[in-house]
């Protein structure tokens, strides 16, 4: 449970910041003042530090700035049920990246979470002191009216989202991004993920599986339909996992493929077309134009075939990305003292600490605000 007095901080901090802050006009970047880390249940302790090899690119200055050339971009959200999922992916990449100084990551972390942004923001700072980050605060109000409210009450975490929004959140200079999942471990170098070539004008690559039966993917209404259906017309669809994807945001942002994906999203608020959340308008708009990336860069379903206590084996060929999709996690199954047998290959990523409830945590004290010009609905966390 989290403290009532976090609780009401909390509330109170988003609501100086949102009278502050217009919707769609101002950006609001507030620095964090120095503190407790206001009541968080979890405690991770310090991950090893790793270093660029030699042969890395010396990257420039060592602080905020996410445009230089030599940086492998990644963006991940951060919230407080997948925290522990975050870090141990966040972890991963360090250890297996030939140069861990030159990636940068982009957190989202949602406005409303029950740990605030600052909060995250500090321990992923404490846990990783030398990491390159910036946390960005995803405004649920960007979504909340997009999301049909069949669905929403079963999966839906706005949060789920921002992947939608990332041509938007991060830096204009930034051109290329990795998005992970936070349920993920990367067992290989990132920057031959990041370095893939997205041939012709696509946007994104990611595993393909062509396999699987795109049918099930939408509904009889959706198929039924010969105008929305023709969608398909032109392309071989083949079904993908957004939960790893190489984005080129330059393509991305010319072509307002954040546009796109609402499109679908308005089309689903009036005629239900799919069940499943955040996926299906990625399919609706790239299913068959995907650069197809090694599946060994998602291995998924480790979470089991969303069935509590299913477990899963890897799929046959090498590995340099385990990703727990599905319902099951391993880190909820290894502290039931259930965990599946691929669970044990996420444990040594996992920095966690006893958890335990934080004695003398001192309240928050109010944060400087300082108004930052138009940055549409998102606000930047440093
Ligand atoms: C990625 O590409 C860069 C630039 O082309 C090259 O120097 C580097 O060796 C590549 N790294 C990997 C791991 O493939
Ligand atoms: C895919 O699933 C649909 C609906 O469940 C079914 O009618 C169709 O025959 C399946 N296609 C293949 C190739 O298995």
């Known amino acids: 449970m989290v403290p009532f007095r976090l609780i009401s901080v909390v509330l109170f901090f988003t609501a100086v910041v949102s009278i502050l802050s217009p919707p769609f006009s101002l950006g609001i970047r507030y620095f964090p003042t120095s503190g407790g880390n206001g009541g968080l249940l979890l405690r991770f302790s310090e991950a090893p530090e790793y270093r660029n090899g030699a042969e890395c690119a010396i990257s420039g200055d060592k602080t905020s700035s996410s445009c230089d050339r030599s940086l492998v971009h990644i963006a991940m959200t951060l919230d407080r049920e997948y925290l522990r999922g975050s870090v141990a992916a966040v972890h991963s990449v360090l250890k297996h990246a030939s140069c861990p100084n030159n990636v940068f990551f982009h957190f989202i972390?949602?406005?409303?979470?029950?740990?605030?942004?600052?909060?995250?923001?500090?321990?992923?700072?404490?846990?990783?002191?030398?990491?390159?980050?910036?946390?960005?605060?995803?405004?649920?109000?960007?979504?909340?009216?997009?999301?049909?409210?069949?669905?929403?009450?079963?999966?839906?975490?706005?949060?789920?989202?921002?992947?939608?929004?990332?041509?938007?959140?991060?830096?204009?200079?930034?051109?290329?991004?990795?998005?992970?999942?936070?349920?993920?471990?990367?067992?290989?170098?990132?920057?031959?993920?990041?370095?893939?070539?997205?041939?012709?004008?696509?946007?994104?690559?990611?595993?393909?599986?062509?396999?699987?039966?795109?049918?099930?993917?939408?509904?009889?209404?959706?198929?039924?339909?010969?105008?929305?259906?023709?969608?398909?017309?032109?392309?071989?669809?083949?079904?993908?996992?957004?939960?790893?994807?190489?984005?080129?945001?330059?393509?991305?942002?010319?072509?307002?493929?954040?546009?796109?994906?609402?499109?679908?999203?308005?089309?689903?608020?009036?005629?239900?077309?799919?069940?499943?959340?955040?996926?299906?308008?990625?399919?609706?708009?790239?299913?068959?134009?995907?650069?197809?990336?090694?599946?060994?860069?998602?291995q998924h379903g480790l979470g089991g075939d969303n069935v509590r206590g299913s477990c899963r084996s890897l799929h046959p060929g090498p590995v340099s990305l385990l990703h727990w999709s599905g319902k099951g996690k391993p880190w909820v199954r290894l502290d039931e003292g259930k965990p599946c047998p691929l669970d044990s290959l996420w444990e040594p990523y996992d920095l966690i600490c006893k958890p335990k409830y934080l004695e003398n945590s001192s309240p928050l004290s109010s944060p400087s605000i300082m108004i930052d010009g138009p940055r549409s609905s998102y606000y930047l966390l440093r």
């Not at 259906?229 to 996992?241: A, G």
């Not at 945001?249 to 307002?256: A, K, P, T």
Request: proline share 4%.
């Open 109 to 298: 972390a949602a406005e409303f979470d029950s740990a605030s942004p600052r909060v995250l923001a500090q321990l992923v700072r404490s846990t990783f002191p030398s990491l390159r980050f910036k946390v960005y605060i995803f405004r649920e109000d960007t979504v909340i009216n997009l999301i049909s409210s069949s669905i929403r009450e079963a999966l839906e975490n706005p949060l789920n989202y921002a992947r939608n929004y990332l041509g938007d959140i991060l830096d204009p200079c930034v051109d290329r991004v990795i998005y992970l999942d936070s349920d993920v471990v990367v067992v290989d170098d990132i920057r031959k993920l990041w370095n893939i070539t997205l041939t012709g004008s696509r946007v994104i690559g990611a595993p393909e599986y062509c396999h699987a039966n795109f049918t099930n993917y939408f509904t009889d209404g959706f198929w039924s339909d010969s105008v929305i259906s023709r969608v398909f017309r032109s392309r071989k669809p083949c079904y993908f996992n957004t939960g790893v994807m190489v984005m080129d945001l330059v393509r991305w942002r010319e072509g307002n493929y954040r546009k796109r994906i609402e499109y679908w999203m308005e089309v689903q608020k009036k005629k239900r077309i799919y069940d499943l959340g955040s996926l299906p308008p990625f399919l609706l708009v790239f299913g068959g134009n995907v650069e197809a990336i090694d599946h060994r860069w998602n």
